[in-house]
T-cell receptor, first 115, second 116 residues
Framework: AQSVSQHNHHVILSEAASLELGCNYS??????LFWYVQYPGQHLQLLLK??????LVKGIKGFEAEFIKSKFSFNLRKPSVQWSDTAEYFC?????????????FGKGTKLSVKP | ETGVTQSPTHLIKTRGQQVTLRCSSQ?????VSWYQQALGQGPQFIFQ???????GRGNFPPRFSGLQFPNYSSELNVNALELDDSALYLC???????????????FGQGTRLTVV
């Protein structure tokens, strides 16, 4: 069965620190990959997505992610975090075979940024 | 805002009762997916509706059922509620074609269901 692993449950950083959140998935075929963010009290919002092409994907608010197919990974990065980045971050995978288009999510990483 | 609206925002039900949650999809979207997000977990896929037909189901029992209407809005019904059904229920809409169901989904704010 397909699964998504997010390695960090809770990350605490100071403002201006660099961020990298790990995401690995288990599926041998072609996938679409997503990072969603959930700010406190708000809906899930798409940060960025990878469908095909350049494996380095740039998203909103200065976030980027790199798809490394050989490692089944799609790690999220930001060079300098802000207090407003405090939120929960979810990695999600959508397999392109045998799927009706549903997303499989990781358990999420809570990011707390100290001002 | 995503244009996906869910109602109600919060709900408290008693074990054994039935509940109906509603979702209005974003204009132009024809596909609705429902997810359950338990506390401290990522969203888990319940089922998906495409053009009024169920188009895939996750590992949820039959007491979880749904509908999609001609305007592509959707309902999630849960019968015989259990304490473990307490969770945030998320609706996501997207535009899909039969040969391409894997498109970007837009989420609503969710319905927080508490079963006591």
């Amino acid at each position: 069965a397909q699964s998504v692993s997010q390695h960090n449950h809770h990350v605490i950083l100071s403002e201006a620190a660099s961020l990298e959140l790990g995401c690995n998935y288990s599926y041998g075929g072609t996938v679409n990959l997503f990072w969603y963010v959930q700010y406190p009290g708000q809906h899930l919002q798409l940060l960025l997505k990878y469908f095909s092409g350049d494996p380095l994907v740039k998203g909103i608010k200065g976030f980027e992610a790199e798809f490394i197919k050989s490692k089944f990974s799609f790690n999220l990065r930001k060079p300098s975090v802000q207090w407003s980045d405090t939120a929960e971050y979810f990695c999600a995978v959508n397999a392109l075979r045998g799927s009706q288009g549903n997303l499989i999510f990781g358990k999420g990483t809570k990011l707390s940024v100290k001002p | 805002e995503t244009g996906v609206t869910q109602s109600p925002t919060h709900l408290i039900k008693t074990r054994g009762q039935q509940v109906t949650l509603r979702c209005s999809s974003q204009s132009g979207h024809n596909t609705v997916s429902w997810y359950q997000q338990a506390l401290g977990q990522g969203p888990q896929f319940i089922f998906q509706y495409y053009r009024e037909e169920e188009n895939g189901r996750g590992n949820f029992p039959p007491r979880f059922s749904g509908l999609q209407f001609p305007n592509y809005s959707s309902e999630l019904n849960v019968n015989a509620l259990e304490l473990d059904d307490s969770a945030l229920y998320l609706c996501a809409s997207s535009f899909s074609r039969l040969n391409n169901m894997n498109t970007e989904a837009f989420f609503g704010q969710g319905t927080r269901l508490t079963v006591v």
